[in-house]
């Protein structure tokens, strides 16, 4: 009875489907090379992008779009712009610090499964830092203050570096584009950043914790996807393209600093 009063509850029904379109997983800005189709990466010029890898499930990727395009048009971008009026944007920013504080550790993990131990060096210091001085990650101490700046990785771009391959590109239902292969890392990704939440056992909690991320998340890039569509022909096209050219555009970045 009482788990069907929590599910009952119009907030919690409409904090999950916030959490089920834009899972805290999927944002960069811990860095994730899989989807967020709101950075501002995804709208520059991508005429001559050559996607990396085949679309041959293009009509049911088109179908999807189509659904999340609705989605986010009608519910989620409402509800971020109505939050992103109600909270300041600094106590915004905030916010975004401090989950991204919670992904570093799934970075140094990556990181070193990548074999990048300087960068899963800098992962480390970044954690400490910011979880001490910068108040639980509330403030990003370790890139203002020190100079450490905030690595990318995910275990796609892990299963990349071993040997396998994207598999195919694909439209994830209420999540965005990515392929199969970092569709599935971003995942499991996802699963190992649980613990943090298994001290609360209250599901309603747990939701709004996520709701709270996401809703906050989208706050901080509101009108970047509509942008994208005004500056298309085939927003599908374009969306596709900047996907593929926003993870190119981390692997140069990376080659370019090891290069230094």
């Given at each position: 009875?009482?788990?069907?009063?929590?599910?009952?509850?119009?907030?919690?029904?409409?904090?999950?489907?916030?959490?089920?379109?834009?899972?805290?997983?999927?944002?960069?800005?811990?860095?994730?090379?899989?989807?967020?189709?709101?950075?501002?990466?995804?709208?520059?010029?991508?005429?001559?992008?050559?996607?990396?890898?085949?679309?041959?499930?293009?009509?049911?990727?088109?179908?999807?779009?189509?659904?999340?395009?609705?989605?986010?048009?009608?519910?989620?971008?409402?509800?971020?712009?109505?939050?992103?009026?109600?909270?300041?944007?600094?106590?915004?920013?905030?916010?975004?610090?401090?989950?991204?504080?919670?992904?570093?550790?799934?970075?140094?993990?990556?990181c070193l499964l990548q074999g990048r131990?300087?960068?899963?060096?800098?992962?480390?210091?970044?954690?400490?830092?910011?979880?001490?001085?910068?108040?639980?990650?509330?403030?990003?101490?370790?890139?203002?203050?020190?100079?450490?700046?905030?690595?990318?990785?995910?275990?796609?771009?892990?299963?990349?570096?071993?040997?396998?391959?994207?598999?195919?590109?694909l439209v994830v239902p209420f999540f965005?584009?990515?392929?199969?292969?970092?569709?599935?890392?971003?995942?499991?990704?996802?699963?190992?950043?649980?613990?943090?939440?298994?001290?609360?056992?209250?599901?309603?909690?747990?939701?709004?914790?996520?709701?709270?991320?996401?809703?906050?998340?989208?706050?901080?890039?509101?009108?970047?996807?509509?942008?994208?569509?005004?500056?298309?022909?085939?927003?599908?096209?374009?969306?596709?393209?900047?996907?593929?050219?926003?993870?190119?555009?981390?692997?140069?970045?990376?080659?370019?600093?090891?290069?230094?």
């Amino acid at each position: 009875m009482k788990f069907t009063k929590i599910l009952l509850n119009p907030f919690i029904i409409l904090s999950f489907f916030c959490l089920v379109l834009f899972p805290p997983l999927v944002h960069a800005a811990g860095g994730d090379d899989s989807t967020d189709f709101l950075n501002d990466d995804f709208y520059t010029d991508t005429t001559d992008v050559v996607p990396e890898t085949g679309d041959p499930i293009e009509p049911f990727n088109r179908a999807v779009f189509q659904l999340n395009d609705r989605a986010y048009t009608y519910v989620f971008n409402p509800i971020a712009k109505g939050y992103s009026t109600a909270i300041p944007f600094d106590i915004r920013h905030i916010i975004d610090n401090f989950f991204a504080n919670l992904e570093e550790p799934v970075v140094f993990i990556n990181c070193l499964l990548q074999g990048r131990f300087s960068d899963a060096g800098s992962t480390f210091v970044r954690f400490l830092a910011n979880s001490t001085i910068g108040v639980g990650g509330l403030v990003d101490f370790a890139n203002r203050e020190i100079g450490f700046e905030p690595v990318e990785a995910t275990l796609g771009e892990t299963l990349g570096v071993w040997g396998i391959g994207d598999g195919f590109y694909l439209v994830v239902p209420f999540f965005g584009p990515s392929t199969l292969r970092d569709f599935t890392g971003t995942v499991i990704d996802s699963l190992a950043l649980t613990p943090y939440y298994i001290y609360i056992d209250k599901f309603s909690v747990k939701t709004g914790i996520y709701a709270e991320k996401t809703t906050n998340d989208l706050s901080m890039h509101l009108g970047e996807y509509e942008d994208l569509k005004k500056l298309s022909f085939d927003p599908y096209v374009a969306l596709r393209n900047s996907y593929f050219q926003y993870r190119k555009k981390i692997r140069d970045h990376r080659v370019f600093l090891e290069s230094e």
